[in-house]
Each structure stands twice: as structure tokens, then as C-alpha cells.
């Protein structure tokens, strides 16, 4: 059980386009879905807090207006990544819980790898 | 802000070693997890630890969590090819109880 579900694996955009990520809990309600950036050999930056059914939870130094986000059920969360630049190159691993992130494991989405050329 | 460091931040041992990562929390956690993610893949969930002092074995892997719940470790006995990867452990932080993930640790193994 709990498997999350991401969409795109990859994706190559070009410099100044918009790039939407899905991502899906298949077997249980995600009342909250966490979306994280990881650069090659880094860790894991939270960068956003997704609620079901309200506006999500940006970490600091994290543009809200180019990371879109949505959460308009239990079961689906996107990221838009809105005029990427080559900067944003990154994985983007979503992550979903059916309890508060600091109390139950999460379970991570395959991840989207993006490369703005 | 809240930091959570590991070392070795890279180790490689031979097929057969024992291997060890550390984990430091700058401050006190109510619990500890510990996530392991292959080579271009992502993180998948290991063990939770709740309890000071706790000490939790799965098969050759054994987590502990110290009694300040301010540290953790992770040992690997007689390590495999299977066990490469990059080891995280993480901890929920803040007003809003985010989870923060180490540093991480790549283990490599040459067989």
C-alpha cells in the first residue's frame, strides 16, 4: 500500500516555457502532499506544503508565483513550474501522507527529472 | 534554523565490510526516520525510531537513536552490491513539524 504515483519521469523544456508535474496517492488519501527539490548529491529541500483544498505552504527563498501548486482533491497535487530557466534544473520528488509530516513516514513519488535547456 | 548533519558524507568499503553513518540534530526530535535512495531513484522509507535509546534491527541493518534524541546511527553488517546508495535520516523541525533530512550518506561497495 501507499504508493504515490509522479508524472512526468523526465521532462526537457525549453528556457522561458511552463512545465506541470502531477503527482497521485493511488491507494490512500493524501491530505497533505510535500514537494521537494534535489540537486545532484544534495539532500532533499522542502520547498512547498500542499493542502487539500487550500493555498499551499512555501518554504523560504521559494518563489510561490513560480512554483505553482494545487491540491484540488485528496488524491491529486501539481506543480507548475511557470518560465522555467536552466537554474531550475532539478529533480523534483513529491511526497504524501495521510497523517502530519513529522509523525508518519512519507512516501515518495518516483520523481520528475527536469532540464531547462 | 534547525540542522541536521551526517557523516561520513561518503564512504566506500569493500563487499563483506561493515559500514556506519552518524546522524546530529541540532536540536531535540520526538522521532527519527531513515530513508534510503538508489542511484537515480527516490527516497523509500526504512525504519522509524520514537523511543531514547531505541534500537531497531532489520535483517544486516541496525538503528539506533540516542537517549538525548539528538543523534542516530545506522550500521550495516557485512555490507552487499544491494546496499549501494545514498542514506538519509530525517526529523521533524519547526513550528510546523516539517521533516528535515540530513545530509545524507553515499555508500558505495565494490564487490
Known amino acids: 500500500g501507499a504508493v504515490v504515483s509522479q508524472h512526468p519521469s523526465w521532462v526537457i523544456c525549453k528556457s522561458g516555457t511552463s512545465v506541470k508535474i502531477e503527482c497521485r496517492s493511488l491507494d490512500f488519501q493524501a491530505t497533505t502532499m ?14 512547498a506544503t500542499s493542502n487539500e483544498g487550500s493555498k499551499a505552504t512555501y ?13 484540488a482533491s485528496l488524491t491529486l497535487s501539481t506543480l507548475t513550474v511557470t518560465s522555467a530557466h536552466p ?25 520528475t527529472r527536469l532540464t531547462v535547456t | 534554523g534547525q ?38 531513484g527516490h527516497p523509500v522509507f526504512l525504519i522509524q525510531l ?30 552487499q552490491t544491494t546496499d549501494v546508495g545514498t542514506y538519509f535520516c530525517a526529523g521533524p523541525g ?11 550518506t553515499l555508500l558505495a561497495v565494490q564487490p
Open chain 1, 34 to 47: 510535500f514537494w521537494y527539490r534535489q540537486f545532484p548529491k544534495q539532500s532533499l529541500m522542502l520547498m
Open chain 1, 59 to 71: 518554504e523560504q527563498g521559494v518563489e510561490k508565483d513560480k512554483f505553482l501548486i494545487n491540491h
Open chain 1, 87 to 111: 537554474e531550475d534544473s532539478s529533480f523534483y520528488i513529491c511526497s504524501a501522507s495521510s497523517v502530519g509530516q513529522g509523525y508518519s513516514p512519507l512516501h515518495f513519488g518516483n520523481g
Open chain 2, 3 to 40: 540542522q541536521v548533519m551526517q557523516i561520513p558524507q561518503y564512504q566506500h568499503v569493500q563487499e563483506g565490510e561493515d559500514f556506519t553513518t552518524y546522524c546530529n540534530s541540532s536540536t531535540t526530535l520526538s522521532n527519527i526516520q531513515w530513508y534510503k535512495q538508489r542511484p537515480g
Open chain 2, 50 to 79: 520514537v523511543k531514547s535509546g531505541e534500537v531497531k534491527k532489520q535483517k544486516r541493518l541496525t538503528f539506533q537513536f540516542g537517549e538525548a534524541k539528538k543523534n542516530s546511527s545506522l550500521h550495516i553488517t557485512a555490507t
Open chain 2, 94 to 104: 519547526g513550528a510546523t513539524n516539517k521533516l528535515i533530512f540530513g545530509t545524507g
